[in-house]
């Protein structure tokens, strides 16, 4: 196959697949870990049309004009090829990261073939004496256990579902220092992770855009049964009540506007290769505005749904409880792998309830895994085109893929590196670090967090020498000439128009 038969009629022959991979990483498992809350509805929405459409289809028409993956497409500019390297290593590190989510449910989906589900029981080897089992008895507060601050404490209750979140499923070490080794069953959970995805993608887009239509569809399924269900419960109109009702008096707080555009950053996708590696299969002339609108309406739609169903459950522990709605939700993993299962547990048929919750967020997770690693391929695919377009060779890449970005999920399964995400992920909100309260992590550690979140920023920079370094001219003639597009002739070969620059 020519590579010109490659860009016409091979991965970039269908529009219709395009458009369904898109629709595949708006189905984000995020919506599980930080759902929209009604402190920031309002800026969600200004910050959709404002910020979330128009950098959409920005994403999306780069890859459709230039008909290349991230890093290629900015042949537009040389010079700052970087940022299409630095968003494919954001993109990796994501791949990663969400198997291992995708771990942590399988992990709690064989956890719930019983009669009583683990989560809610004291009489377990990984519970302490202050195992407290969640029930609808009223209580007066509730003390998270940090066990290497307590030896002054005296009355301290700790929930089974936190005690089995963080000593059967994480095992979180004591700090830092504590390395620890890697979980088997985990281990072999992201296996069977990575295995599902390999065999989803290995042939192509069109492979994987068929199952789609059973990936992308189940979820609504779950979520529209699960909302049902948890509306129905005691104190959920109460939860709604307070996600429905505007918080007026946030509005003015900087924080608020900041959570809402990073919500939708993240949730769209932008900026991480994905939109670019799709668009890149839609014909030039395609209506890409009216994809781009509809799904982003689409993923604002389940955004919603998700929060619908995370508030009846809210609403329902806050009533059962007696606690302040406010102080029972929380984002994060522990939204979807405390609270959650904590609700759960005490609902009749909770085994069922739990399975099918947690086939949910695998089934989201698939959704997103498929699309981010089928935009990771897209962005090596293009210097290697001829070579990937062999089925084998795709295979046999693909499987490398796969298997790198395994090894490297392996350190998440450990006891420490769980730790190092979340010093990342605090970072980030220029807060101490910290996972339990009375415990705070070194200096050093708050440095490597920063040093793991600004690494993919790092090869702006260096890529941008590497390139100046390796052009001809005078300082000044190399930045324009790596300013001039890279233009792909009938010839299938490469070349720069060089010669306005050497002319002037």
């Not at 595949?24 to 910020?51: C, N, Q, T, W």
């Not at 290349?68 to 990261?97: E, M």
């Amino acid at each position: 196959m020519s590579l010109k038969e490659y860009l016409t009629d091979g991965n970039h022959s269908s529009n219709k697949k395009s458009i369904e991979n898109i629709d595949k990483r708006l189905l984000d498992i995020s919506i599980i870990e930080k759902p929209i809350e009604r402190a920031f509805l309002i800026p969600y929405f200004i910050s959709v049309f404002l910020a979330g459409i128009p950098l959409f289809l920005l994403d999306v028409t780069v890859g459709q004009v230039t008909r290349r993956g991230v890093i290629a497409a900015w042949n537009i500019c040389p010079l700052f090829q970087g940022i299409g390297y630095a968003c494919t290593l954001i993109n990796f590190f994501l791949n990663c990261y969400y198997t291992v989510i995708m771990a942590w449910a399988f992990h709690f989906i064989f956890s719930s073939f019983t009669s009583q589900l683990p989560w809610t029981r004291c009489d377990q080897s990984w519970n302490t004496p202050a195992c407290r089992v969640f029930t609808n008895q009223p209580i007066n507060s509730s003390i998270i256990e940090n066990t290497t601050h307590i030896s002054n404490v005296s009355l301290i209750t700790v929930d089974a579902t936190t005690e089995y979140w963080e000593r059967r499923v994480l095992k979180l070490s004591d700090g830092i220092h504590d390395i620890g080794t890697v979980q088997w069953d985990l281990a072999l959970c992201l296996l069977l992770t990575w295995v599902i995805i390999y065999l989803c993608i290995w042939k192509g887009i069109k492979t994987s855009a068929k199952i789609m239509y059973v990936t992308a569809l189940l979820p609504y399924v779950f979520m529209i049964t699960l909302l049902i269900r948890t509306a129905l419960l005691d104190g959920a109109s109460n939860g709604l009540i307070h996600y429905l009702k505007p918080d007026w008096s946030k509005l003015t707080d900087m924080t608020v506007w900041s959570d809402a555009g990073t919500q939708i950053f993240f949730s769209y996708s932008i900026g991480l290769g994905v939109l670019t590696a799709f668009g890149s299969y839609n014909k030039i002339q395609h209506n890409s505005f009216r994809d781009c609108c509809l799904f982003a309406l689409a993923n604002t739609f389940t955004s919603l749904l998700s929060g619908c169903v995370i508030f009846c459950t809210l609403g329902y522990m806050s009533y059962i409880s007696n606690i302040p709605l406010n102080q029972i939700a929380e984002s994060g993993p522990g939204l979807g792998f405390i609270v959650y299962p904590k609700a759960i547990g005490t609902m009749p048929g909770s085994p069922f309830w739990s399975i099918c919750f947690f086939i949910m967020i695998i089934l989201l997770g698939i959704d997103s895994m498929f699309a981010g690693v089928e935009g990771f391929i897209a962005a090596a695919g293009d210097y290697f085109p001829l070579a990937l377009a062999n089925k084998w060779i795709r295979c046999i890449f693909v499987g490398c893929v796969c298997i790198t970005s395994y090894l490297v999920g392996l350190s998440m399964v450990t006891n420490i590196l769980f730790i190092i995400s979340v010093i990342v992920y605090e970072e980030l909100t220029y807060k101490r670090a910290s996972l339990h309260e009375p415990y705070h992590f070194p200096g050093w550690s708050v440095k490597l967090g920063w040093f793991m979140a600004s690494s993919s920023i790092f090869l702006i920079p260096i890529v941008m020498i590497i390139k100046i370094l390796r052009t001809s001219g005078t300082f000044l003639q190399r930045i324009k000439k790596l300013c001039i597009p890279i233009i792909e002739n009938s010839d299938e070969t490469i070349e720069t128009v060089e010669s306005n620059v050497n002319g002037n």
